[in-house]
């Protein structure tokens, strides 16, 4: 006889199974009706396909370098901001729902650090893809609604690397926050499952940028997926993840920099 406990982990292990059943039925759906899709994409964008082919095929995945989660190297990247600054990432920290809520989880981590934000004006979290000037003058659009006058600007992906770089040095200054709309693939490469299109070319993410080492050319991403968290990354290997193309808007992604009108340094 089955005890209750075990009756119920077993219903659980059945409906994790038809979960995953039912998530690679759909996956290979997608897939098959996606391949007109696929091979428009691969036509019309095709230097950018194969740039972020080459990128992904041959990039080392963070995971496993280790700065990914060196404490010792983090407190030093972390050591370049103001003191007020530092720490800020923690006191605002907070986890996407899920999937998807990548961007309003950044927006609330990021307003949630400036000092006399209201947080009372908090919108929830809500799943929806957003662009990077979306992200933009939505950021702008709560950060006037809890009181603090911001003007956020946008880097894209086919500036420049010095501008690139200027941007991250902003990071340190305690007058600006700077979030990254990023592609994954650039910095765990390819694995091939049945999906794995979707994350080379489509798995966009947005995450605040807490630091930036220059002398050691490393960068530190507050990523709101919980999986990843905070961690290091080299600064030409984050380059090649904002420098991406975003099918779904059409524009490429990049770094949103908000310039609080207040100068706290």
């Not at 990023?182 to 070319?201: A, E």
């Amino acid at each position: 006889m089955l005890s209750q406990t075990s009756k119920r982990q077993q219903g659980k292990g059945i409906k994790q199974s038809l979960i995953a059943i039912f998530r690679s039925f759909i996956i290979g759906v997608v897939t098959l009706l996606a391949t007109p899709i696929w091979l428009w994409i691969a036509i019309s964008k095709w230097e950018w396909v194969s740039t972020t082919w080459h990128t992904a095929s041959n990039a080392v995945d963070i995971r496993t370098t280790h700065t990914f989660k060196d404490e010792s190297k983090i407190k030093t990247v972390l050591s370049k901001q103001p003191a007020l600054l530092r720490g800020l990432h923690e006191k605002s920290a907070e986890w996407q729902l899920a999937e998807g809520y990548c961007g309003s989880a950044t927006q609330r981590v990021i307003l949630n650090s400036i000092p006399g934000f209201d947080t009372r004006v908090f919108p929830e979290q809500k799943r929806g893809a957003q662009n990077l000037t979306g992200f933009a003058a939505r950021m702008d659009e709560i950060a006037a609604n809890g009181g603090i006058n911001v003007r956020t600007s946008v880097w894209y992906g086919d500036q420049d690397y010095e501008e690139f770089l200027d941007a991250l040095r902003k990071v340190n200054k305690m007058k600006y926050r700077v979030a990254a709309n990023f592609l994954r693939s650039p910095l765990i490469g390819i694995n091939y499952g049945m999906d794995f299109l979707i994350k080379v070319f489509l798995g966009g993410h947005f995450s605040p940028v807490v630091g930036f080492d220059e002398e050691e050319g490393l960068v530190a991403v507050f990523d709101v997926n919980e999986n990843y968290g905070l961690f290091l990354v080299d600064v030409k290997q984050f380059y090649e993840s904002v420098r991406t193309f975003d099918l779904f808007s059409g524009k490429w992604r990049g770094l949103a920099i908000l310039e609080l009108e207040t100068d706290f340094d």
